[in-house]
């Protein structure tokens, strides 16, 4: 069993920055991947990035490429999702989640573990 808990949302102008934390407890932080998801209202669930056991291979979504940037912290048991030059279609639910082995798949299927989520919204 593994408990998520995300933080760092909030209210931020066009071109601005946030910090998204995840923090985990349970199974051993370093003996899965950790993936960035997000919601949009009215839309689906879409992924946004994927960092493997180590930190050492990450994968992003085009969307956020070049932008965001997934971290993590094993000795600390948590993940990060930096979020530069923001844009209002970035405004969604963002939620962290767990899988047991890195892969670049961007599908929910592979993740096991979910987090309640934090509300980004950017504003124009």
């Known amino acids: 069993q593994v408990h998520l808990v995300e933080s760092g949302g909030g209210l931020v102008q066009t071109g601005g920055s946030l910090r998204l934390s995840c923090a985990a407890s349970?199974?051993?932080?370093?003996?899965?991947?950790m993936g960035w998801f997000r919601q949009a209202p009215g839309k689906e669930r879409e992924f946004v990035a994927v960092i493997s056991l180590s930190g050492a291979r990450t994968y992003y979504a085009d969307s956020v490429k070049g932008r965001f940037t997934i971290s993590r912290d094993n000795a600390k048991n948590t993940a990060y999702l930096q979020m530069n030059s923001l844009k209002p279609e970035d405004t969604a639910v963002y939620y962290c989640?767990?899988?047991?082995?890195?892969?670049?798949?961007?599908?929910?299927?592979?993740?096991?573990?979910w987090g309640q989520g934090t509300q980004v919204t950017v504003s124009s």
């Open positions: 349970g199974r051993t932080f370093s003996s899965y991947a």
């Open positions: 989640a767990t899988k047991p082995y890195y892969s670049d798949y961007a599908g929910e299927e592979e993740y096991e573990y």
